[in-house]
């Protein structure tokens, strides 16, 4: 199986200020087609998973423009240009290149 | 727009049964890949099982720890996917997601980007 390892695990932010989070995973998603099958979610506190980010580094609908991510074939990482409140929750990337799917940890984020 | 409920959760011994419904409404179902995804309480993301759309064959594919005891199935003129949960065990206890996934075919169809949730049903197994 395919280990996804995410840090910290843990991430106090001041709000305002920029966040990172970092994922790797054991072996390449990258596929043959080109694409990188690394997908970013967030849940929010008593919420369902939402999608943040597909294929690596596209943002879903209505994902603000605040939130990049970027990588390749093992190393990945999300960033958050400047923390809002609202982003307080636990970040999860998860892997959909090879069965079975794999999450990562999860990354708390939480409010200085 | 894209709405997805589970059904179904509640609380059952160990090696009962259980059976999951995931209805679904806002979007062409026939078409659509199916995953069920599960949190065990205060824990990560687990993900469960996938069933494929019918030109993908609605070929299943299972996590390891359920295989053989967890089935998945389709009812596109219900637009309704089932988890059907047998020899259930205490580790099995969790909320249970349905999602929905893009998928993307170059030669090959791989999911991706689980873009839709339903609010999750609680699964309790215990004596």
């Known amino acids: 199986d395919i280990v996804m390892t995410q840090s910290p695990l843990s991430l106090p932010v001041t709000p305002g200020e920029p966040a990172s989070i970092s994922c790797r995973s054991s072996?390449?998603?990258?596929?043959?087609?080109?694409?990188?099958?690394l997908d970013w979610y967030l849940q929010k506190p008593g919420q369902s998973p939402q999608l943040l980010i597909y294929?690596?580094?596209n943002r879903a609908s209505g994902v603000p423009d605040r939130f990049s991510a970027s990588g390749s074939g093992t190393d990945f990482s999300l960033q958050i240009s400047s923390v809002e409140p609202e982003d307080v929750g636990v970040y999860f990337c998860?892997?959909?290149?090879?069965?079975?799917?794999?999450f990562g940890q999860g990354t708390k984020l939480e409010m200085k | 727009e894209v709405h997805l409920v589970e059904s179904g959760g509640g609380v059952v011994k160990p090696g009962g049964s259980l059976r999951l419904a995931c209805a679904a409404s806002g979007f062409t179902f026939s078409n659509s890949w199916i995953s069920w995804v599960r949190q065990a309480p205060g824990k990560g993301l687990d993900w469960v099982g996938l069933i494929r759309d019918k030109p993908d064959g609605g070929a299943t594919d299972y996590a390891a720890t359920v295989k053989g005891r967890f089935t998945i199935s389709r009812d596109d003129s219900a637009n309704t996917v089932y988890l059907q949960m047998n020899s259930l065990e205490t580790e099995d206890t969790a909320i249970y997601y349905c999602?929905?996934?893009?998928?993307?075919?170059?030669?090959?169809?791989?999911?991706?980007?689980?873009?839709?949730w339903g609010p999750g049903t609680l699964v309790t197994v215990s004596s």
């Open positions: 072996q390449s998603l990258l596929h043959s087609n080109g694409y990188n099958f």
């Open positions: 294929l690596g580094s």
């Open positions: 999602t929905t996934a893009s998928v993307l075919t170059i030669g090959v169809s791989v999911p991706f980007g689980f873009d839709s």
């Open positions: 998860m892997q959909s290149l090879l069965t079975p799917y794999t």
